[in-house]
């Protein structure tokens, strides 16, 4: 593994880690995803389309023209129970949880449906993200539990629709067009209400969370242009713990801080093992 790999995926953490915190922070998460993905999207689609332009245009077949409405689709509700669950409860709650989530349904859905299997190692990997999860919800009942999970639900699916849908054609045309259905997709679920609502409210911060989107994804990509997905997957998903330590520190989210801390640790420890 080289050093460029490692820094282009802890740097594609940051920026996942920093678009999370604005938009917890941002006071109605919403609408500000409504926005942000609305600015990135007329930035990342048209980017993304010339490339598939330029790289001999291939076409997209009738499974992947599906799978890419799916999954636009189901990124477009993680977006709305993300914000839901950002409204109710502590950023160290909910990102570790809807983070770690994803991985277990991507592993079910593997074995379910795509006929994997899970090896010992994986398996562990599994009862640490669960113990994990467990580890960092409160004690007491939380109304940003639930969806929070429904969230990582929601991750898990979409990952699992990419996973086959971005090797059906142009990963190009795939991720261009996904981006702006997601857009459009979750202007129609919140019908557009967020845009027309206070023009000019936090127009600043939602496209700077758009930009960090965007940059996060693409740095992303170009390491897996380099690295196995079992490199870098792990790598970026050391945000939970840059999250949860923020929550804890800065937003002083100090109710079960340790127990937190570790729950986050032992998450992004179970999907190191699931991804090797």
Request: proline letters at 6%; zero cysteines.
């Amino acid at each position: 593994m080289t050093p460029i790999v490692v820094l282009l995926a802890l740097v594609a953490a940051g920026l996942h880690a920093g678009w999370n915190v604005l938009l917890k922070t941002s006071g109605d998460p919403l609408p500000t995803s409504t926005r942000s993905l609305a600015s990135s999207a007329m930035l990342v689609t048209p980017a993304l389309l010339l490339v598939w332009f330029l790289t001999g245009h291939p076409a997209l077949p009738p499974l992947g023209w599906l799978i890419l409405v799916l999954s636009a689709l189901a990124e477009a509700i993680y977006f709305v129970f993300l914000s839901r669950a950002y409204q109710a409860g502590d950023l160290s709650v909910v990102y570790p949880i809807a983070r770690g989530t994803g991985p277990l349904v991507a592993v079910g859905a593997g074995l379910l449906i795509l006929r994997e299997h899970l090896s010992a190692i994986e398996l562990v990997g599994v009862v640490a993200l669960l113990a994990g999860i467990w580890t960092v919800r409160k004690p007491t009942f939380d109304a940003a539990v639930l969806p929070a999970l429904v969230t990582g639900l929601f991750i898990g699916v979409y990952t699992t629709l990419d996973r086959v849908g971005i090797n059906l054609g142009s990963p190009w045309l795939y991720a261009g067009l996904l981006w702006g259905l997601m857009a459009v997709f979750l202007g129609i679920l919140t019908r557009g209400r967020p845009l027309q609502r206070g023009a000019g409210e936090n127009w600043p911060t939602s496209i700077a969370i758009g930009l960090m989107m965007a940059s996060a994804y693409g740095l992303a990509l170009v390491a897996l242009t380099l690295a196995p997905v079992a490199i870098v997957a792990p790598l970026r998903e050391s945000a939970i713990v840059l999250v949860t330590a923020w929550g804890v520190w800065r937003m002083k989210e100090r109710e079960g801080a340790a127990l937190r801390i570790v729950g986050a640790v032992a998450i992004v420890a179970g999907i190191i093992l699931i991804a090797v």
